[in-house]
């Protein structure tokens, strides 16, 4: 079973770097990517670096048992870098589960993030430091609270004239993917964004595999093709490269900046790695399909960038790898130390307000569990 | 004081203008709400006063509604959703049971979303499919939503009010076939605490808890019973979750006998769940098994043949005579 990517009905992909390094000019998007010099790219290259070092320290730490899951991104951290960077912190961003890279652009502690998944915590950090929002697990039920924010966003800016929306306006990136393109509330959640012009770019990271199943079982166009029937634009992008999606990113942010409504980004990228630490992929994808893509590995290729035109030396990608190294480090040591929730702190979470069945039961359970408190043994902890 | 009578319908529009007015996060949003004023007409007029982006005649999807009011509420705004019909609410039940339910648990506690979502419910008004369901149950079982049942117009008047101002997300379920109930609805006295049971009639013989469209008919059948010699006491939940059971636990410590009544299915319904509580909380106070009167384990049926279905006070006085003759 082969996948096939669909070809675009009425638009090229936009690519900026070729996978074999080179600089492509474009007459729209160039003007996006102004400002991006060595030292930007430089960074780009450090970001995704650093976010695959932690993709692989935390799909270690699963294997260890430290973790009882790990979504590795692997293959998809261009589209993460590139979008991500194309923020400001003032824009709110609504992450599935896998935008492990997204985070880095946004400062979330990386030991943080793996909270939710060594079974300490459902949220993991607070999304109200850097405007990146909690992970939502069911898949696309963040897509219409992306909408919402965005309407309030309206709300909060009204009667702001065009040079303060340009300067001070807030944006919100919905990320999704193109499994989740099928659920019905992304439908809804563009439908409402279309009707109230709102301020939201909808980002998909189409990795080709919703778990086991190909793109082409989702959709039979473009998924970028499907804003027109909303009534606001599509684009397609390489999602492995970083600097054309920063530069679509920026522009679809900038309009929504505007007032000029939301845009879909569809961004072409593959999912290198399984679904989740429990996943297969070789009982239902090709080697050979895998092969093609490892020559299109966002990483190699903007390395190839660096090292052809004399943007980066050797020493430079030897620091990253040090630092990368270092972060691991961090990471597991920070992570293997996080101390065992109490069952009694979930009690307090449920309501703000006082509730009557909450105080009741959490009572019985302080003491039905007080009742251990003399016969531990064996070192066995309660 | 100042008394006004008003229908219930009309106490919960004089309800969200004061929601409107006082708090400028506050809005509306939801189908036909607008222009139209609802399908009950529940916000007529509301657009008028704080215009469209304050009462939002939203697209036509219940998911997005209420996913929407999530968002927003995250962003700092009070949403206070409608979903048209009690059938309706379904499209919209994993944003209610997996993200507006959680949102406080899965945040540690920094934030939630005080979203309020008004659904008119029950049955008694000779309509068709999906439009006289009792889903309450269904969202009790939730944890992290509260449930408000309103049965008169004072009660909605401030119910509405005390449901936007709670911090964590409220069904408020509307007895839509006590829309057109006129009462006394006292503006400058609040009613009681919104998640306090009332005693709405003091009886001395036995209890019977309701919430909600069914409260005319307890009150009816235990003026019915007192022709009989029998003192019954009539308890209006308000809130079905949280469920005061200190109030019911008392007037059965006082009655002996209990009767559950509600329009949903009797099996899995809350009456289930009180009989198991007040069977641990007052066992030795019962001079009978406690009995419930709900709906039948089908779907809601054809409008031609559900007085048959609903509770009524022939149902009520049958159980009763039951409670009496155990």
Redesign the interface.
């Known amino acids: 079973m082969t996948n096939t990517v669909h070809e675009p009905s009425g638009q090229a992909l936009i690519q900026l770097l070729t996978p074999e390094g080179e600089r492509r000019s474009h007459a729209e998007y160039d003007s996006y990517i102004q400002d991006v010099d060595a030292e930007m790219l430089r960074g780009f290259y450090r970001d995704m670096a650093l976010t695959r070092r932690f993709d692989q320290e935390a799909t270690a730490l699963q294997r260890q048992g430290q973790l009882a899951l790990w979504v590795p991104l692997r293959g998809q951290e261009a589209a993460q870098i590139g979008s991500g960077r194309a923020t400001r912190p003032s824009d709110y961003i609504f992450p599935t589960y896998r935008e492990h890279g997204v985070a880095l652009t946004r400062n979330v502690d990386f030991p943080q993030m793996l909270r939710i998944f060594r079974g300490i915590s459902n949220g993991g950090w607070d999304p109200r430091e850097n405007n990146f929002h909690m992970y939502t697990m069911v898949l696309a039920a963040q897509m219409p609270h992306a909408t919402g924010y965005a309407m309030g966003i309206q709300r909060d800016q009204a009667g702001w004239d065009a040079e303060r929306l340009e300067k001070d306006g807030e944006a919100v990136v919905a990320y999704f993917g193109d499994g989740s393109s099928t659920e019905g509330e992304v439908h809804e959640s563009m439908v409402f964004a279309a009707s109230f012009n709102s301020p939201v770019v909808f980002f998909c990271q189409n990795n080709q595999w919703a778990i086991s199943v190909p793109f082409s079982v989702q959709s039979k166009v473009p998924l970028a093709d499907r804003a027109a029937g909303y009534g606001f634009p599509g684009i397609r992008v390489d999602g492995n490269d970083v600097v054309a999606v920063l530069a679509v990113t920026r522009w679809a942010l900038e309009r929504a900046r505007r007032g000029e409504g939301p845009v879909l980004i569809e961004a072409i990228t593959y999912r290198m790695s399984a679904h989740t630490t429990a996943d297969d992929p070789t009982k239902y994808r090709l080697g050979a399909d895998e092969e093609a893509w490892v020559g299109r590995d966002p990483l190699a290729r903007l390395e190839k960038h660096l090292r052809d035109n004399d943007l980066a030396d050797e020493l430079f990608f030897k620091q990253v790898a040090v630092d990368g190294d270092e972060m691991a480090t961090r990471v597991r040591v920070e992570a293997m130390a996080f101390p065992d929730p109490e069952l009694a702190q979930s009690f307090a979470n449920v309501y703000a307000e006082a509730h009557p069945l909450i105080q009741e039961e959490l009572k019985w359970h302080l003491e039905y569990e007080a009742g251990f408190a003399d016969t531990t043994e064996e070192g066995a902890t309660r | 004081m100042s008394t006004t009578t008003m229908t219930l319908a009309k106490a919960i529009t004089a309800g969200l203008d004061k929601v409107l007015a006082t708090n400028p996060k506050s809005?509306l949003i939801g189908e036909d709400i607008g222009r139209l004023g609802g399908v009950y007409r529940v916000t007529d007029g509301l657009i008028d006063t704080y215009g469209p982006?304050r009462v939002v005649d939203?697209?036509l999807?219940e998911?997005?509604i209420?996913?929407?009011?999530?968002?927003?509420?995250?962003?700092?705004?009070s949403?206070i959703a409608e979903i048209q019909f009690d059938g309706f609410v379904f499209?919209a039940f994993?944003?209610i049971t997996?993200?507006l339910a959680?949102m406080?648990?899965?945040?540690?506690?920094?934030?939630?979303a005080?979203v309020v979502i008004r659904i008119p419910y029950g049955g008694g008004i000779g309509s068709i499919e999906h439009h006289s369901e009792s889903p309450e149950a269904l969202f009790a079982h939730t944890?992290?939503l509260?449930i408000m049942a309103p049965s008169n117009a004072h009660d909605a008047y401030w119910m509405i009010q005390q449901a936007a101002a709670?911090?964590?997300p409220v069904i408020f379920f509307e007895p839509k076939r006590r829309y057109w109930l006129k009462g006394e609805v006292d503006t400058e006295n609040p009613a009681a605490d919104a998640?306090k049971a009332q005693v709405i009639r003091p009886g001395e013989d036995a209890t019977i808890v309701t919430y909600g469209p069914l409260v005319p008919v307890a009150l009816a059948a235990a003026e019915a019973a007192r022709e009989d010699g029998r003192s019954v006491e009539v308890i209006d939940l308000r809130s079905v979750s949280?469920?005061?059971?200190?109030t019911i636990t008392d007037s059965v410590e006082k009655t002996g006998r209990l009767i559950v009544t509600h329009e949903a299915p009797t099996f899995g319904g809350l009456g289930g769940e009180i009989a198991a509580r007040i069977s641990e909380r007052a066992f030795l106070s019962l001079e009978a098994p406690v009995i419930r009167v709900g709906g039948f384990h089908m779907p809601y049926p054809v409008a031609k043949v559900e007085e048959q279905y609903l509770p009524d006070i022939d149902k009520v006085l049958e159980a009763l005579d039951r409670s009496f003759a155990y």
Not at chain 2, 242 to 246: E, G, H, M, S, W
């Open positions: 809005l982006d939203s697209p999807g998911a997005g209420i996913g929407t009011s999530i968002g927003m509420a995250i962003r700092g705004y949403p499209p994993n944003q997996t993200q959680k406080r648990a899965r945040s540690e506690g920094r934030f939630g005080p944890a992290g509260r709670c911090q964590d998640f949280p469920i005061d059971f200190d």
